[in-house]
């Protein structure tokens, strides 16, 4: 598929109506005009690939929620019910593309090779950052809602200076679309015509609130207002996300800057361990998403198309219960850091401030050794 | 009129009952309404009052303190929620630039009745931006009052006192202490001027506020098993913060331990210490000491029962000042600072 990337960029929106599908809940497949030419090469193979990668990516989101229950980690933020939007995305970027994520973006992190002890120990609450964002190129988890899409713009404003042809993106969900640091951020990407692609996962929550909180237009278009391309895919089709990503990551290299894809999801799980959904969506609603999961759905198509569905799910069955019991050990086997590790890197150089309060703080902690 | 409450419901019952009281009243907030705030304080308000008056926003904190100002031009009280103390900077500057300085730019024609609460201090083990102390960056800007509270009582009328005020409050809830029961008498008014003094003693005055008071009054019933008296004073009010009840207590005291959990730099510490250096230097016995968080990020929630003023650590400044054996005196023995 070639882009001009001269047109007027509304002319590269697509799915504002209706989002663009490929797979449908059943596991058939749909023909889609926009979508299709991605796809030449999925074959089978791919195809199990994808399957056990969302398989693996649930997995470890149901091993840490579980431990967070088990008082092992302090918090976590459940993906369950997007492993589509995640691991189609993710599959679609190479090496040295740059990912910034907000909190939830567990399968990115896996698929870009993070140690589950990496990973994890954020949540443990014993580090702030698990792992080197350069090495594995994808910034530690994001609190401040929308605070990385500004970050991904910046890296992709370096980006076209060195005249590189790697991407950012960044992730953000529904509620953050409301954030001054996101609409900003959208100002910059389009003015500077940046190697970026926004992907927004709508989950239809941030916390309590529904997305018609957050916006009286589907988030996609939003975007168009903005000069910014958009892409409105179903969130819970990999197959459609994959596509969806490569034209915005393609587009991104040919130097037509940004793109925003909203992937029409769905958080099947409380906000965090800390949440109760009940208060505030029914029973109804969330029975509705689960008949569209993306891990039956591919599924499904499998065995449509005559793949061996028993031996991918064994397969996938193997891998997911090493991951399970990987990630016990690295929890459980996760080091306490040392109480003086506070006073590390506040500056490269520790300022005289700081290394007076270390000293003092030892010394206390020596005195309490003392009486104890 | 008197009722056990945690200290979370007394606010939740200081909204309830302003919103009762006057139409003008309204809440704005991320959460607030369906859900009752991601603390519950909020909660049933939006059933009793509807949505019109207890408002889930949009995600957007800047917009929350924004539109109240607005609102306020149009005669309205907005009380506004910040979710946790990590996320007010997105606000910070529709606060310190516009509610704080709107009724000096306009020479006293406009009025900017805003209470802005903000849920706030550690020790709740959880992650990034959740457990943070600002109070500083407030108490630094003109216009602003800043207050906090420590008791279920005290959160009950400081609440009340922050929403009739015609200046803009920030009300700095200590998260951490909200579900601590106490009796609140809801007759009970407080000014937004006042520390209280908590705890009579002859020997050390200890200042603090918000979430440190009641471990400083752990410490004061420590010391007195050793013979020695603390003088706990519960600052309430971090802008403007009483001095003449420190340096009152100082007087008599002669020695002066403050204690918060923000970082001491640039911080509340600073402020009281250098005023009762400036009024009592000659009432000081000993250099006043200071019990604060470190001077570094907050650190992972691992770490924070070491970041934070603890009773210990509370007690070893005292027997500082006291010019007894403690580890500060220790460290200055051997020179072990640097
Ligand atoms: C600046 C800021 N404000 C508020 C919060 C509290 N908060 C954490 S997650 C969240 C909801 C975010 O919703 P959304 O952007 O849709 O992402 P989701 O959690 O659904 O993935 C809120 C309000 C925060 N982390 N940062």
């Known amino acids: 598929m070639s882009i001009d990337v001269s047109a007027r960029a509304a002319e590269h929106s697509a799915g504002l109506d209706e989002p663009l599908a490929i797979l449908d809940p059943s596991g058939a497949r749909h023909a889609n005009a926009v979508l299709d030419g991605q796809l030449s090469d999925v074959d089978e193979t791919a195809l199990t690939d994808l399957y056990v990668d969302m398989a693996l990516a649930r997995r470890v989101d149901q091993e840490a929620f579980a ?9 976590w933020p459940p993906s369950l019910g997007q492993e589509a939007a995640q691991v189609g995305s993710g599959r679609a970027l190479r090496e040295t593309d740059f990912v910034f994520g907000s909190y939830r973006e567990h ?41 990385q899409t500004l970050h991904a713009t910046g890296y992709a404003m370096g980006l076209r200076m060195d005249g590189a042809d790697d991407v950012a ?40 609130e529904p997305v018609r909180l957050q916006s009286a237009s589907p988030l996609a278009a939003r975007a168009t207002g903005f000069g910014i391309p958009a892409l409105r895919v179903d969130g819970n089709d990999v197959l459609a996300v994959l596509a ?23 958080r099947i799980g409380p906000h965090t361990t800390t949440d109760d959904p009940t208060r505030y969506r029914d029973d109804e ?32 069955q193997v891998r997911c219960d090493q991951a399970a019991r990987d990630l016990r050990t690295a929890v459980t086997t996760g080091e306490m850091p040392r109480a003086e590790t506070i006073f590390d890197h506040v500056y490269t150089t520790p300022t005289v401030r700081i290394s007076e309060q270390r000293a003092q703080h030892l010394a206390f902690e020596a005195s309490i050794e003392g009486e104890s | 009129m008197t009722e056990t409450l945690p200290l979370g419901k007394a606010i939740g019952r200081a909204l309830g009952d302003a919103l009762a009281e006057d139409e003008k009243v309204v809440l704005l907030g991320e959460d607030i309404g369906k859900l009752g705030g991601v603390f519950r304080v909020t909660d049933g308000l939006q059933q009793q009052f509807g949505e019109a008056r207890v408002i889930d926003s949009p995600l957007a904190e800047s917009a929350i303190v924004g539109t109240a100002i607005g609102m ?36 006293g024609r406009v009025r900017m009745p805003v209470t802005v609460r903000i849920p706030y201090g550690g020790h709740i083990g959880s992650v990034e931006h959740h457990a943070e102390s600002p109070e500083s960056y407030f108490a630094h800007t ?104 420190v340096v009152d207590s100082v007087r008599r005291t002669g020695r002066l331990v403050v204690a918060h959990e923000a970082p001491a ?74």
């Not at chain 1, 431990?67 to 918090?75: D, S």
């Not at chain 2, 009380?79 to 990590?86: H, K, L, N």
């Not at chain 2, 409050?169 to 000014?191: L, N």
């Open chain 1, 67 to 75: 431990l967070t229950r088990q008082g092992e980690l302090v918090l």
């Open chain 1, 107 to 147: 399968a990115l992190a896996v698929l870009r090779g993070v140690t589950f002890r990496e990973l994890l120990a954020v949540w443990q609450g014993t580090t702030q950052s698990g792992w080197d964002p350069q090495a594995y190129r994808m910034a530690t988890p994001q609190i401040i809602i929308g605070a």
């Open chain 1, 169 to 208: 993106i960044a992730y953000l969900g529904d509620g953050a679309m409301s954030e001054g640091d996101v609409n900003e951020a959208m100002v910059f990407a389009s003015t500077f015509r940046v190697p970026a692609v926004f992907f927004c996962q709508n989950n239809h929550y941030a916390i309590s």
């Open chain 1, 244 to 266: 969806a990503t490569r034209i915005a990551l393609q587009r991104a290299r040919r130097g037509g800057g940004p793109t925003f894809i909203e992937a029409v999801t769905y």
């Open chain 1, 285 to 316: 609603e969330v029975a509705q998403w689960r008949g569209k999961d993306p891990i039956d759905r591919l599924e499904r198509h499998l065995a449509q198309n005559g793949a061996r569905v028993d031996q991918i799910r064994e397969e996938a």
């Open chain 2, 72 to 107: 306020a031009y149009r005669g309205y009280r907005p009380i506004v929620e910040i979710q946790f103390d990590g996320f007010m900077f997105p606000a910070f500057d529709q606060i310190v630039t516009q509610l704080a300085r709107l009724h000096y730019r306009t020479a």
């Open chain 2, 142 to 245: 003109p216009g602003l009052r800043v207050v906090t509270c420590s008791s279920p009582q005290e959160a009950y009328s400081t609440m009340r006192a922050a929403i009739a005020s015609d200046d803009p409050v920030i009300v700095f809830e200590p998260k951490a202490k909200y579900w601590g029961k106490g009796d609140v008498d809801t007759s009970v008014v407080r000014d937004l001027d006042t520390a209280t003094v908590l705890t009579r003693g002859r020997d050390v005055t200890v200042a603090c506020y918000g979430p440190t008071v009641q471990t400083a009054l752990d410490a004061a019933v420590a010391a007195s098993d050793e013979g020695i008296e603390l003088e706990v004073i519960d600052l309430r009010s971090i802008s403007p913060v009483d001095i003449d009840t």
């Open chain 2, 265 to 338: 730099e640039a911080s509340v510490s600073s402020e009281v210490v250098a005023n009762v250096v400036e009024r009592a230097f000659d009432a000081l016995n000993a250099p006043p000491e200071r019990v604060t968080g470190y001077d570094t990020p907050y650190p992972p929630s691992a770490l924070e029962g070491h970041y934070l003023p603890s009773l210990d650590r509370i007690l070893d400044a005292v027997d500082h000042v006291l010019g007894r054996r403690s580890s500060r005196s220790e460290l200055a023995l051997t020179g072990g600072a640097r």
